[in-house]
DNA sequence: CCTAGTATATACATGCATGTATGTATCTTG
DNA sequence: CAAGATACATACATGCATGTATATACTAGG
């Protein structure tokens, strides 16, 4: 697609003379390939244990490959961030867009928590940023300015959708926003240790009650 | 203390002649030392980036004391867990025998929660153990063993409390004690990756509305 | 087609963490 | 206090993942 856009990662193309030729969408789809070859080796793996040759090979190439699009580990798992993000972001772009009723918006927003609550890739991949941002010190305000992106964009519906209603939160929105996705995420963390001790009913069952906990109370 | 009793780690004293000697108590403390070292190290590198000899260094040693107590990490790791789930175990039957009244068991239980969600060592300590079982499907069923343990411990002391009351929960015992845990963690990593996105006051918020609507509410 | 440029593979070098083998100090017991 | 055992340290060997340098296959333009 955009060859030398909005990209930050490491490598860059020396400005294509004139050419928006083949080989570039040929480059752009090992790129894509090789982006999701690391999403879920990272989400299967972790950030440490996942392995170059892995992602490589599951994008059907070798090491080789991958150093001619990326410069590291680091390097491919912060363009994943980003990707990750503006993903995110339409989701809920698109949820704002099929909806225009605030009480549909309403419910739509709760399914969508739900349905967080059952893709496992999302779950541990999100967990993997948030554990790297906790670990190093050095990378933190990168993906925190990364996530708070995401987190104001989710809160700014919440919080459109609640004034519309005419209600109000008891905390920021953006907080609540964050406070709900990560719930979702923990419960289906826990689902996969144990998905006996957390059946899927149940984790409805509890999402549900926490959403309407924090949307229907009112501010103290 | 014991020097051949539950434990599980693979090392093995020969069962020593007949002497319940000092040396015994040097080994324990280097034991407990190591232990230590390696919940802090666990904790602040996650499990595969902690270096063996890290943890040794942490507590004051090279690799050979390590290797002098444990078989590898990931040997380190399963006794940590056992140390861990005891710990917590014995807390929760401190609690309990600590309130004698059904009310003030369920207001030191939602303190509980509380201050689990302030506690970064213990989250990102869990997050691992957790991790791991996802991640290791041969060890998935010891890891899940142990953890049902402690669930089942804290979802008893729920149950108890609320036949006392004359409440039920909407949702096996067993579960409401594992969301509780959950979301307390799950609240404190939003924290560590921005402190501003959920500040200490909204998650004690958070933390009482959700406590609140699992125990407030009636079986559907 | 032939050449220049690009995309990917193969082969090699390096670093680093693990694990083992051996040495040294500390304790125990007669 | 001497001899055997135990706790720990030091030194060495191995494996493995990363990164780089070079070779081969593909594409584009003349």
Redesign the interface.
């Known amino acids: 697609m955009n060859t030398s856009s909005i990209v930050t990662s490491g490598r860059r193309k020396k400005a294509a003379p004139t050419s928006p030729s083949r080989q570039q969408a040929r480059t752009a789809a090992t790129r894509r390939k090789l982006l999701l070859a690391a999403e879920q080796t990272f989400a299967?793996?972790?950030y440490?244990?996942a392995r170059l040759e892995d992602i490589a090979a599951r994008a059907g190439y070798t090491r080789g490959a991958f150093y001619a699009n990326f410069d590291s580990k680091e390097d491919i798992f912060f363009a994943l961030l980003e990707q990750w993000v503006a993903q995110r972001i339409s989701e809920v772009n698109e949820l704002l867009r099929r909806h225009e009723n605030p009480q549909q918006r309403l419910r739509a927003l709760r399914e969508h928590y739900a349905q967080i609550a059952k893709d496992r890739r999302l779950a541990?991949l999100s967990?993997e940023f948030?554990?790297f941002?906790?670990?190093h010190p050095e990378a933190h305000a990168r993906?925190?300015a990364r996530?708070?992106g995401l987190?104001s964009c989710g809160g700014d519906i919440l919080r459109r959708v609640m004034k519309s209603l005419g209600r109000s939160l008891?905390?920021?929105s953006?907080?609540a926003a964050?406070?709900l996705g990560?719930?979702s995420?923990?419960?289906l963390?826990?689902h996969?240790?144990?998905s006996s001790?957390?059946?899927d009913a149940?984790i409805r069952?509890?999402l549900g009650?926490?959403f309407?906990?924090?949307v229907a109370?009112q501010k103290q």
Chains 1, 2 share one sequence.
């Open positions: 299967h793996d972790g440490e244990a541990l967990l948030k554990l941002a906790v670990r993906l925190r996530q708070r987190r008891p905390i920021s953006a907080a964050t406070a990560a719930f995420h923990a419960m963390l826990e996969l240790v144990d001790s957390l059946s149940e069952h509890l009650l926490f309407d906990a924090v109370s």
